[in-house]
């Protein structure tokens, strides 16, 4: 994470992947590739053996901590802390006083746009037909419209956003959650989302495009995503941190019932919570 974001012009070579390559960049962007998908498929192999273990009741109230691993747990949310304490949260204080709040708007709308997909995907696995016409709607809108999604003009029509992914769709089909996990970057997080997050990678087309040689525009989105979240929850989370006895256990608690509210389609009356 850094506080100055600086963007230079780029080439993009869009190669799909299993076509012919020739030239020894895209023969070394394949290799990193296929080394990622190495460690992406056995962790959503060990996340679907953990959550298959899960139970039913999960899905329906966080009715106990469900946090075995808490000692583990702890410790990489303290670690996570004090990587905030010292890049995330001044980096994002340096977001917000260098960009203008109407460009931030346009780069959250522009991220948001890239996840239509994804969002669609689940929407039509969920049978939510409804929500998946008017995700495909919000898409073709701010796409044009929007200018890339640099505006949110399908809000504006009446097509309100709303987020699914795997995690969620699995809890649908009525896979537990499992235990509670805190992973640095990713946050606070269970079995099944992490298969959900590994399973939305496949979803996601920009996954199957070749960025020219240096593949660094992956790692930028990712990047300014998390960059962008942290500066709009400052306020949000400095405010649970001051408040609670036990930062771990609020942080714990409030990831679950945003994930419950998320689940059941925002039918469950939960306060105003920070976009984990």
Request: aromatic share 10%; net charge negative.
């Amino acid at each position: 994470m850094v506080s100055e974001i600086k963007i230079r012009p780029i080439q993009l070579e869009f190669v799909v992947l299993g076509s012919p390559a020739s030239t020894p960049g895209v023969r070394s962007a394949k290799s990193q590739q296929m080394n990622v998908l190495k460690i992406i498929i056995p962790a959503l192999l060990i996340g679907f053996l953990l959550a298959g273990c899960a139970t039913q009741r999960a899905v329906n109230g966080p009715q106990d901590v469900n946090d075995p691993f808490e000692k583990f747990n702890r410790a990489m949310f303290n670690a996570t802390l004090a990587m905030d304490r010292v890049v995330l949260r001044p980096s994002a204080v340096a977001y917000r006083r260098a960009v203008p709040q109407s460009i931030r708007d346009s780069v959250r709308s522009f991220l948001n746009n890239l996840d239509t997909p994804i969002i669609l995907t689940n929407d039509v696995l969920q049978g939510e037909l409804g929500r998946a016409k008017t995700t495909f709607l919000r898409g073709a809108v701010n796409s044009t419209f929007g200018i890339g999604g640099l505006f949110d003009v399908a809000e504006k029509w009446g097509l309100p956003r709303h987020r699914e992914d795997f995690g969620q769709t699995l809890a649908i089909y009525g896979v537990g959650e499992g235990p509670y996990l805190f992973i640095p970057l990713i946050g606070p997080a269970n079995p099944r989302d992490l298969v959900g997050y590994g399973t939305d990678f496949f979803f996601d087309p920009l996954t199957y495009v070749q960025w020219g040689e240096e593949g660094y525009v992956p790692f930028a989105r990712f990047g300014i995503d998390l960059l962008d979240l942290r500066e709009r929850n400052i306020e949000t989370l400095d405010e649970i941190q001051k408040s609670s006895l036990d930062f771990y256990a609020s942080v714990r608690s409030l990831y679950r019932q945003s994930r419950i509210n998320e689940i059941n389609n925002g039918s469950t009356t939960v306060e105003d919570l920070p976009d984990f």
